[in-house]
């Protein structure tokens, strides 16, 4: 007979079935054993995502300054968020390299892919080629990425000894500076896509293209109506990686321009960096973090219903 | 014997969650062993700065451990540490930074009254830059006016004359004029705060803290000190404006750039790193002229359990022998007059001497403000569009001053 704690005994015995094994005391001591088996996970959680969650709307609704005494201030750095130019000018950036960023990084990662067919020779080569990047530290890339861009940089040598002509000083100029963390970004993050692209493209059946090309498909023809249906799913994923990610972009221009020229490059991460940190207005920070969390909930909601119109799950 | 497994699996997976909780060797201080955060910037610097741990651990029997963090992130490290309740015992302070730490500082008077320390035997500039409204908040251990460091070799082919002590600023355009020719810049432009405001202090006096520690961000003449240095780089004289802090450096050491402004805390290394003659002279003079001082030292931190014992290690810190040997290395200008001696005969510099006392004599304390580290970043984004010509210095500042606290 199963021992019981004294509550459960007691819930237990008006069952007539407690005669014999009683399957509410299983089913109690079974889910006492899943909670066990799950409560690494689930202290995992508790402590580094929800008490974090919690604590920054916690603090986004008081004045914190790094060093001192908080005092509750309501949705007051909200609306000084709302109401500050920079913030504005800030949303403003981040949506612009967002808009820049994805569908190129797409559209490079997913050429490269489809170039990347199994005829190519040697294409594990380029593959880990490719992929480089991606798995170089950041702000390793960004430094290097400093040096051709400056003045007297790759770029401007090279542009002065042939053609005689200084090239801009793209990281300290306003209509440049966005554009080369952008050039940078791209070239920084398209190797992961494009092994995600290139292993979908290698598992749509051969047969399919095969029997495409008999009905006298051709190549353009057979990437638009069988591979791409069928790598859409694969489509889905990166794009909203991208799409988050992108967002989130904060080493590029920290390490590139520190937010200028003027606010030209600051992103919204970098903003809440700069409010919290430098600033050290932790509820002014946190409150941004908040935006940042919503705008991002909002755009992964949309292409969450907007997939049903292209992704095809088999 | 599983379950005695077991057990001790628990308990190392215990031990390691508590070891992660501490954060850090901050949460173990104790009277024998301490931790000191400081600035370091490389191997070469660690190893400086692990002789002067030694020499606590030697004199004073505590163990001294350093936190180090490259300087640009050393600033919000120490706050987060300290707002986090992780705080070192021994705290690096720069003098134009004290003000905003002295919430979280220990006053150093009565310390120092109740041990005897002769506070008279520090350099004055220096020790009057720790102090913020007449508290003491550090025992300094360099210090020292802006200078220009200039490439001798670069001016020789030029057919420049070597500037003196007390060169004016037509002096300076007209070698600038004569370097441009000779296909060369001048000057390698920095956009860091104490750097930047000295080169326009000098200029025309225009400054954005003023002498009481206020803000001026919107400073006319300070305005009129950007607009300058954009002519300066529109002639070709100077390096464009750039983000990076190391730009101006890299320029100067390349040979690119004649001359740079920096503080005598980097003489040494820069000697040693650029392959030319290196000369130092005063910031060149619009009327009389004058620079900044600055210098770093040694303070306490408030929540330090072992204010005495920090104390100690401090006074040992900076005692006239660890001093004159920093000076040797060249790791530090000595805030103690008696051991600057050493620093001049190691710089092996000619003339090092007599610009040293030219500059110190026009120089200033650079007092610090709340809101230092925020211009710093500002100025990092926006001076270099007034300095590029983009913008005129007016504009530049009034947009700083919008985003700084009234």
Redesign the interface.
């Known amino acids: 007979m199963v021992t019981l704690p004294a509550a459960q005994a007691r819930a237990a015995r008006p069952s007539k079935r407690s005669a014999r094994v009683d399957p509410n005391a299983v089913h109690a001591r079974r889910s006492w054993w899943g909670l066990g088996f799950a409560s690494p996970h689930a202290i995992g959680l508790a402590l580094f995502t929800i008490v974090p969650i919690v604590a920054s709307l916690v603090i986004s609704l008081n004045n914190w300054p790094m060093l001192g005494s908080p005092t509750f201030v309501g949705f007051d750095n909200y609306s000084q968020l709302l109401a500050d130019p920079i913030f504005r000018t800030v949303i403003l950036n981040t949506t612009l390299f967002v808009i820049l960023y994805v569908p190129l990084n797409l559209i490079v990662s997913m050429g490269l892919a489809a170039w990347l067919s199994p005829k190519i020779k040697h294409r594990q080569i380029f593959r880990v080629l490719f992929f480089i990047p991606t798995v170089t530290p950041i702000v390793a890339n960004a430094v290097i990425w400093r040096m051709i861009y400056q003045p007297d940089g790759l770029i401007d040598a090279t542009m002065q000894s042939t053609i005689g002509v200084s090239a801009p000083n793209f990281l300290a100029d306003e209509n440049w500076a966005m554009l080369a963390i952008v050039a940078m970004s791209v070239w920084q993050g398209f190797g992961y896509n494009m092994l995600i692209f290139s292993a979908a493209l290698d598992s749509v059946p051969e047969s399919q293209l095969e029997a495409a090309e008999l009905d006298g498909a051709g190549a353009w023809t057979s990437f638009w109506k069988i591979k791409f249906p069928m790598i859409s799913p694969s489509i889905f994923f990166a794009a909203m990686m991208t799409l988050i990610t992108a967002f989130q972009v904060f080493a590029q221009p920290f390490i590139l321009t520190k937010g200028g020229p003027g606010s030209s490059t600051t992103t919204l991460v970098q903003f809440i960096y700069n409010q919290g940190f430098v600033f050290q207005q932790l509820g002014v920070a946190s409150a941004a973090a908040w935006v940042l969390f919503i705008i991002i909930l909002a755009i992964t909601a949309v292409q969450f219903l907007g997939q049903k119109k292209w992704v095809h799950y088999e | 014997m599983k379950r005695q497994l077991m057990a001790g699996a628990a308990m190392a997976g215990v031990l390691a969650l508590t070891a992660c909780s501490g954060g850090s060797a901050t949460g173990s201080q104790s009277e024998e062993s301490l931790v000191w955060s400081m600035w370091i910037a490389g191997k070469e610097d660690q190893a400086a700065w692990q002789t002067v741990a030694d020499e606590v651990k030697s004199a004073d029997k505590i163990d001294v451990t350093i936190q180090g963090a490259p300087f640009t992130d050393y600033w919000?490290k120490l706050?987060?540490q300290?707002?986090a309740g992780t705080a070192p015992c021994i705290v690096t302070v720069q003098s134009l930074r004290a003000a905003n730490f002295t919430?979280?500082l220990l006053p150093l008077d009565d310390l120092a009254k109740s041990s005897g320390t002769a506070l008279d035997e520090f350099d004055s500039t220096a020790l009057d830059a720790m102090k913020v409204d007449g508290d003491l908040y550090a025992l300094p251990y360099d210090t020292g006016p802006l200078i220009m460091y200039y490439n001798k070799d670069l001016f020789k082919e030029a057919g420049v004359p070597e500037p003196k002590a007390g060169w004016s600023v037509d002096d300076f355009e007209a070698a600038g004029a004569a370097l441009k020719a000779a296909g060369k810049q001048l000057y390698a432009t920095s956009v860091e705060d104490l750097y930047l405001e000295s080169m326009i202090l000098s200029y025309n006096g225009g400054r954005v803290i003023s002498e009481d520690g206020s803000l001026d961000v919107a400073n006319a003449k300070f305005a009129d000190g950007l607009d300058w240095l954009a002519g300066l780089v529109e002639e070709g004289y100077a390096?464009?404006?750039?983000?990076?802090g190391s730009?101006d450096d890299n320029a100067f050491v390349n040979g690119?750039a004649a001359t740079f402004i920096d503080g005598p805390w980097s003489l040494l290394s820069t000697k040693s790193k650029a392959t030319f003659d290196l000369g130092v002279v005063t910031i060149p003079a619009g009327s009389t002229p004058t620079t900044f001082s600055a210098g770093s030292g040694f303070g306490i931190s408030k929540e330090c359990k072992y204010p005495e014992q920090a104390y100690q290690a401090i006074t040992t810190m900076t005692t006239e022998e660890v001093l004159s040997k920093l000076g040797t290395e060249g790791r530090a200008f000595p805030a103690r007059t008696a051991a600057q001696s050493a620093w001049f005969d190691n710089a092996g510099i000619e003339g090092v001497e007599d610009t040293f006392a030219a500059a110190q004599d026009g120089s200033v304390p650079l007092p610090g403000n709340k809101s230092s580290?925020?211009l710093a970043?500002l100025f990092?984004?926006?001076a270099?569009?007034a300095i590029?010509g983009?913008?005129t210095g007016a504009e530049v500042l009034d947009?700083i001053s919008s985003?700084l606290p009234k």
Do not use: E
């Open positions: 919000t706050r987060t300290l707002s919430d979280v390096t464009q404006a750039s983000a990076d730009a690119q580290d925020q970043q990092s984004q926006y270099i569009q590029n983009q913008q947009q985003q």
